[in-house]
């Protein structure tokens, strides 16, 4: 595949005003802007104003790599699973922009992670993971446990 | 010190991400959260997706509590959810069929249900309540070890694309007709039904899997296939029915397939096709055919070679073919009889074009097989791979067979001979 499609670069505005310049391989990752694309939309910068400049260039990053041919799947295996080394708020930060951006691997890679931070774990440990107040009284506490005791059977 | 601690972030994420993440919990761990927080209590109450399967409740040795659990944890998960489902899923092999099936079948029904599997124990067959006919807005449906039995008024599911019938007693004739009444229907896959006879009526079939004993197969409308894996299992009696069918198989099965990308043929599927005799000129070409892949074809029945003959020589596009042989005999046929066949039978003028990979495998070396691969050999000029696997049970045979190989003409330059060892 040595001359691809169009060379044709996309460029991007996040909320913070930081301009990115992608090719067009890299951007049509994400749906969204595929569909931007396709419509002849992209010939102008795209403002993001969902999506902060931080987490868009983490997004590009993923979408860079996911193109380049160069990347063995070992490589990528890798790669993917120390990107979402990430504290909560980039997580859900990222969350957020795949969603928006509808970049399909990387949302649910992302979604996959969270889950994984809540399976198995006691109530209060993921209380505890994700800073959730318990606001139940002690009566509401009670009639849940009841309403739910088939699942805890 | 609470003051300072970090911002709870994830209870504030929209509902549609949220429901995301819980649908790839384990349902039991998803109804769990609903003791975290208030905003969390009935979070898990509008998921769309329900699966369920023994790991919704404790394993023991008891299998009768297993049983009143899981029954328990299904109902109370439906009674209290709320908003629609599109999903439901339930395989465990420790329920059977049971009352609250049927309860549970006539909800879903109420709740707009898209999906439905439903996949249980082996020793009872479900008798498929009548309310499940009733799901109007059914897109996939797949149903292990049933019995059905739509109602006269039954006048089909408008929107499936989707069917997959694994072991499902056909009580008179509901499986063809079932078919026929879902229009949209693209991907029908019927494993170990009974002896059925198909006649498949479906505009927008994209994807069929069949795998059984079948006496009759016809592909009566289906002109939009992409790819077909069919398995013919043989009985007596499918046997004695074969010999007085009417009409070419090959044709009923193969006549009206103008878009096939790939055929994959099981067990007896060319001796099916063989019969009913040769269909000398065929309605179609196959233009976009580029995978075949035929299993147990007997190089020592000349109506099954015939068959293979007609199919390749009709699919210009053909990229790659996998040939296992299997003949009814125990011993390969070292003599051989019309070998004149190939002069007489194979086009004159034959050139697979686009021909790359062959694969042939249980040889014996018995002379129709040979004369086989050298007919490939000589017409494929941009073979690269030839790849031959002895049977296991041949040994001596195996030089001979190399000998021969070797000495075949070949019309690729870049054609490689892989004998396999084994």
């Not at chain 1, 595929?34 to 104003?49: R, Y």
């Not at chain 2, 023991?60 to 209290?80: G, M, P, Q």
Request: glycine share 4%; net charge negative.
């Amino acid at each position: 595949m040595s001359s691809s499609k169009s060379n044709k670069i996309v460029k991007l505005e996040s909320s913070d005003n930081k301009t990115f310049e992608v090719e067009e391989a890299v951007a049509v990752q994400s749906e969204t802007l595929k569909n931007m694309v396709d419509d002849g939309c992209a010939n102008d910068t795209i403002p993001l104003p969902n999506v902060n400049g931080k987490i868009l260039e983490m997004v590009l990053g993923w979408c860079k790599k996911h193109v380049d041919e160069t990347v063995t799947g070992d490589e990528l295996n890798k790669y993917e699973a120390d990107f979402l080394d990430l504290d909560q708020a980039d997580l859900y930060g990222l969350l957020m922009a795949a969603n928006f951006l509808n970049v399909k691997g990387l949302l649910d890679r992302v979604l996959q992670r969270v889950a994984d931070m809540i399976k198995g774990k006691k109530p209060e440990e993921i209380r505890r993971i994700f800073n959730i107040k318990n606001d139940f009284t002690p009566e509401e506490e009670e009639e849940i446990r009841l309403e739910n005791a088939w699942a805890f059977d | 010190m609470d003051d300072f601690s970090s911002p709870d972030l994830i209870s504030d994420l929209p509902q549609s991400i949220l429901e995301s993440i819980l649908t790839r919990l384990p349902i039991r761990e998803a109804v769990r959260t609903s003791v975290l927080s208030s905003k969390w209590r009935y979070r898990w109450a509008t998921l769309t997706h329900l699966v369920f399967d023994e790991e919704c409740v404790t394993l023991s040795n008891d299998r009768a509590l297993i049983e009143h659990k899981l029954i328990n944890f299904i109902t109370r998960a439906l009674f209290l959810h709320q908003g629609p489902i599109h999903k439901f899923q339930l395989c465990t092999s420790y329920l059977q069929s049971c009352p609250d099936i049927d309860q549970w079948i006539l909800f879903l029904s109420r709740k707009d249900i898209k999906e439905l599997v439903l996949e249980l124990g082996e020793s009872q067959w479900i008798r498929v309540p009548s309310c499940l006919f009733n799901c109007k807005k059914l897109i996939r449906l797949e149903l292990f070890r049933c019995e059905l039995d739509p109602p006269p008024t039954f006048k089909g599911f408008l929107y499936l694309k989707t069917l997959n019938l694994y072991q499902v007693f056909d009580a008179s004739d509901a499986i063809e007709s079932l078919i026929s009444s879902c229009p949209l229907l693209e991907n029908l896959s019927l494993s170990y039904s009974d002896s059925l006879t198909l006649n498949i009526r479906a505009p927008n079939l994209k994807y069929l899997c069949l795998e059984g004993e079948f006496k009759d197969i016809c592909l009566e409308n289906t002109p939009l296939l992409v790819a077909m894996s069919i398995a013919m299992y043989m009985t007596e009696d499918i046997a004695e029915h074969m010999e007085q069918s009417s009409g070419c198989n090959f044709i009923k099965l193969l006549g009206g397939v103008p878009h096939l990308e790939r055929l994959i043929g099981r067990i007896y599927f060319t001796k099916y096709l063989s019969i009913g005799g040769d269909p000398r000129r065929l309605p179609i070409t196959y233009s976009h055919l580029k995978i075949i892949e035929l299993c147990q074809v007997s190089f020592e029945d000349m109506k099954e070679i015939l068959v293979v003959l007609r199919l390749i020589t009709n699919s210009q596009n053909l990229k790659e073919l996998r040939i296992s042989q299997g003949s009814s005999t125990t011993h390969a046929a070292m003599e051989a009889t019309d070998l004149d066949f190939w002069e007489k039978e194979c086009p004159s003028h034959c050139s697979f074009e686009r021909l790359i990979v062959v694969k042939m495998s249980e040889m014996s070396g018995a002379p129709h097989e040979m004369e086989f691969i050298k007919f490939l050999l000589e017409n494929s000029p941009v073979l690269e791979i030839m790849s031959i696997m002895p049977c296991p049970f041949v040994t001596d045979g195996r030089l001979n067979m190399l000998t021969e190989l070797v000495r075949f003409r070949r019309a690729s330059a870049r054609a490689e001979i892989l004998f396999s060892q084994g």
